[in-house]
């Protein structure tokens, strides 16, 4: 449990409705009064109301106002919300009182969570235009890869707060990811309703609930998960929501695509599907994998074909799964065997030509790279999936390890994992009636495929070559050269096979 701040906390009625509303933080300037949510801004020792603030949507978080942790020996509270709305969904920013009087974010992304704190800006920062998502660039000294550049809006808030954007009004967010130490750089250009500098920047990096000792933390409600159940807004089927993380879902009876952006009690919007995929591993399934319980909860059909080649069509499906713990990972089915991989945090180091990347010290060598599209979605999923939605994808290799790169005009997202043998499926998901239908190639280092001939070889690596020769490269900014803006990406390439969907937050 976090221990009491030592500043003196102030406290005066709400200029709405007269009930107590109390700054913890020296560095809040704004609140939402819990009582009428009106929205409060803090001058000298007068509490001027500014208007109301949208009533928060219930994002099933276990995060609440008042929870506590420690990160790196320092305790800290939960004392502000904020929520944000962008096209592919929403995510929820809760802000962090340390026990010296500062002020952090904690923040979920895909699964896990990001722990930031305010980071100086040394120099004036480029406008959101500049960044190029995919691009590399340099700051502080640091190289990061721009990860998404999205137009975003804040829906409500809740709390005290060190700034409060306009309710409503679109704003840009930039976000970059360094390899080192899995760093998330995030840029926000929202307009501060009492004039703060612009941007601000946050720097983060990756934990976990348990990493972070937290207490306080919401227990599971029944009644909540029984609001969120609703009818399709195409058959009038009753349709169920299990996870809290939901953008999309199917309707079980006529499999249609439905769009829970605004939540259950938005408008909801539908897409039909028709000649349903059959997954091989049914949704809702429970199944051990690398001693991890995992649950099946969203399956994807996916087609792949080179750039500028659409005659030449290869496909490839993916289990979403989901642990409570360890977020979200997707399994990966496809001609040239099973992998298991999950969203990364960081960025890899990819090199000029695009023909290798480095993660963690491991180079991976490029395999394949493609256009990809949905073409059937089944069960939850925790970013919004719409039949037809295209990526580019750079897919790497080393050994067992595999790196994927999926890539959009507003994000790029990178995946990484390793091959499975199609045994560890049939055992961990007890499915040993369905080991014929499994069986896949061997989970083994493509340098160890004894059987090809020497001359197979060497116009394998000869081919190789050629291609690298001939791909427009992923990156040519040189890493160290501050606001690099060149996207140029792969082209050419061929199957697919381990990538994966995401999203921002």
């Known amino acids: 449990m976090a221990d009491a701040s ?34 409060v801004v803090r001058q000298g020792e007068v509490l001027q109301r500014l208007g109301k603030m949208a009533e928060l949507f219930d994002d099933h978080s276990l995060l609440q106002l008042g929870a506590s942790g420690v990160l790196e020996g320092q305790n800290f509270t939960l004392v502000g919300r904020l929520q944000y709305q962008y096209r592919e969904g929403s995510w929820t920013e809760w802000i962090a009182m340390l026990d010296d009087g500062t002020s952090a974010s904690l923040s979920e992304d895909n699964g896990a969570y990001v722990f930031a704190r305010p980071a100086p800006l040394k120099r004036s920062a480029p406008t959101p235009a500049q960044f190029r998502v995919g691009a590399t660039t340099a700051i502080s000294g640091v190289s990061y890869t721009v990860s998404s550049n999205e137009t975003v809006s804040l829906r409500s808030a809740q709390g005290e707060l060190p700034r409060l954007p306009p309710l409503g009004r679109e704003f840009a967010m930039v976000e970059l990811r360094a390899q080192d130490a899995a760093k998330v750089l995030s840029i926000d250009y929202s307009p501060s309703l009492i004039g703060d500098p612009l941007p ?7 934990v976990t609930l348990d990493e972070l000792k937290m207490t306080g933390l919401k227990a599971e409600s029944a009644k909540s998960e029984k609001g969120r159940q609703f009818d399709c807004p195409h058959c009038g089927a009753p349709v169920a929501v299990q996870l809290s993380q939901t953008k999309s879902l199917t309707c079980a009876s006529c499999n249609s695509l439905i769009d829970l952006r605004q939540g259950v009690g938005g408008e909801l919007y539908h897409a039909e599907q028709n000649e349903p995929v059959r997954p091989l591993i049914a949704l809702g399934s429970t199944g051990q994998l690398n001693g991890i319980t ?37 399994l990966v089915d496809a001609t040239d065997g099973w992998s298991l991989v999950k969203p990364l945090t960081g960025a890899p180091n990819v090199s000029a030509s695009g023909g290798t990347a480095n993660y963690q010290g491991t180079p991976y060598n490029l395999l394949y790279s493609y256009d990809a599209e949905t073409t059937y979605a089944a069960g939850e999923f925790y970013w919004q999936v719409q039949r037809g939605q295209k990526t580019y994808n750079c897919d790497y ?29 049939v055992k961990g998901f007890k499915l040993e009636a369905q080991r014929a239908l499994l069986k896949r190639k061997d989970a083994a280092p493509l340098s160890s495929a004894s059987s090809l001939s020497l001359r197979t070889v060497v116009i394998g690596i000869a081919l190789l070559v050629l291609l690298i020769v001939l791909l427009s490269r992923c990156s040519r900014c040189d890493p160290m050269q501050e606001y690099c803006d060149n996207t140029s990406r792969t082209s050419g390439g061929s199957y697919g096979g381990f990538s994966s969907g995401g999203g921002h937050k």
Not at 403 to 425: F, Q, R, Y
Request: hydrophobic share 35%; aromatic share 12%; proline share 6%.
């Open 6 to 39: 030592p500043q003196r906390a102030y406290r005066a009625p709400c200029p709405g409705c007269g009930a107590p509303v109390e700054f913890k933080s020296a560095q809040s300037t704004h609140a939402v009064c819990g009582y009428c949510q009106s929205t």
């Open 200 to 206: 601000a920047l946050t720097l983060g990096r990756a």
């Open 294 to 330: 995992w649950q099946v909860v969203g399956f994807q059909h996916r087609m792949g074909h080179e750039p500028g080649d659409s005659d030449e069509l290869f496909g490839w499906e993916e289990y979403l799964l989901y642990n409570a713990r360890r977020g979200f990972s997707f």
């Open 397 to 425: 290799a080393a050994g067992k390890k595999l790196l994927s790169m999926e890539k959009t005009p507003s994000e790029v997202t990178w995946s990484g994992g390793s091959k499975l043998d199609s045994e560890l499926i």
